[in-house]
């Protein structure tokens, strides 16, 4: 990877880091902490010369890290009930996707279906959806084998469009 | 099944995620400003050590992919590969190989051999009198295999069977 500023690494990953952070803690706020923490510990130890893929493996594992850490420190795992995000207006805080306005009800709706996945497939669809990483890269950054990052994907996307389409049937009666 | 996968797929990655505060730049900014004196030192891999790594890796995937191949070739009944952008199933030829995804700029990245059924027949004895049984046991392969370039995964999964006739100790 040729060397970057850690501005630019930042403006290009930091919306889908923050995605990949609300996997592991519903406020926005707990979020980002975990974000600025995880940057940090990465950017100062970061390994010059790694290939790009890699780099941004070892950033999203450093996030994880981070987030699994803070989870221990405040003395509970969160536990992510499905009601809390189906109330009918999510408002901005708690919103993980910006769209336009056509798009809100789509974005809701797919924010609650991935809600309804265990954590283990929501760390592994943010990473390939929106992290755009390969399976060996979800490998390290999770810590488990490619193979496994593929089965967990494969059944998330199922258990995803059964959520969407109970989703859709309770919109539409 | 495959186009309904990507059109899950598409329909997640046509949402953008939020980005975070504007404030929360400017404190990362702040930390590593505070901690710039204590001067960032990266760890340099060196060369000898990332080509000797680089070696082993490669020295395995030729163990593997000889030790296992020959033997998916004879028995292979059929070959499933899932495909993706993201990920789909379909079924191809058995003539189609892990060789041809290597040359089309694949690599192996995972492997994984499951026993799906193994049974042993009765104890019998062979020609020179020695006791022995037959052992038929019936395997999974699957080797997930990646293109870093064009972000594409393909899984093959190759059922395999194996009948060894192994002598038996008797006490």
């Known amino acids: ?173 | 099944m495959r186009e309904t996968d990507k059109s899950i797929e598409a329909q997640l990655a046509s949402l953008a995620p939020k980005a975070p505060s504007e404030k929360l730049k400017g404190r990362i900014a702040q930390r590593l400003s505070n901690e710039s004196d204590r001067e960032a030192s990266p760890k340099r891999r060196s060369r000898v050590v990332a080509f000797a790594v680089l070696a082993a890796a490669a020295s395995l995937a030729v163990v593997l992919k000889f030790s296992v191949t020959p033997e998916v070739a004879e028995n292979t009944r059929g070959v499933e590969v899932a495909q993706n952008t993201k990920l789909e199933a379909e079924y191809l030829a058995p003539q189609l190989r892990e060789v041809e995804f290597v040359a089309n700029g694949f690599e192996a990245v995972d492997r994984v051999r499951e026993v799906l059924a193994a049974e042993e027949s009765p104890v019998f004895l062979l020609e020179n009198g020695q006791p022995a049984q037959s052992v038929y046991v019936r395997y999974l392969d699957t080797v997930l295999m990646e293109n870093v370039d064009t972000r594409t995964s393909v899984m093959i999964a190759s059922p395999r069977e194996e009948y060894r006739v192994v002598p038996v100790v008797t006490y």
Do not use: H
């Open chain 1, 1 to 173: 990877m040729a060397e970057e500023n850690w501005e630019d690494l930042y403006d290009r990953t930091c919306g889908r880091l923050l995605l990949f952070a609300r996997q592991y803690v519903s406020n926005a706020e707990d979020a980002e902490d975990i974000l600025q923490e995880a940057f940090v510990k990465f950017w100062k130890n970061r390994e010059i010369g790694l290939k790009e893929e890699r780099q941004i493996a070892r950033l999203y594992g450093c996030v994880r890290w981070v987030a699994l850490d803070w989870l221990k420190k405040n003395g509970r795992r969160e536990k992510r009930e499905m009601s809390a995000v189906n109330d009918a207006a999510l408002n901005d805080q708690g919103k993980w996707f910006s769209c336009p306005v056509e798009k809100e009800e789509r974005a809701e709706a797919t924010q609650v279906a991935l809600d309804g996945l265990s954590e283990s497939q929501r760390e592994v669809v943010a990473l390939k959806i929106w992290g755009e990483l390969t399976f060996d890269a979800i490998g390290e950054a999770l810590g488990i084998s490619p193979n496994t990052a593929a089965s967990r994907y494969r059944y998330a996307l199922s258990a995803l469009k059964s959520n969407l389409n109970l989703c859709a049937y309770a919109r539409n009666g």
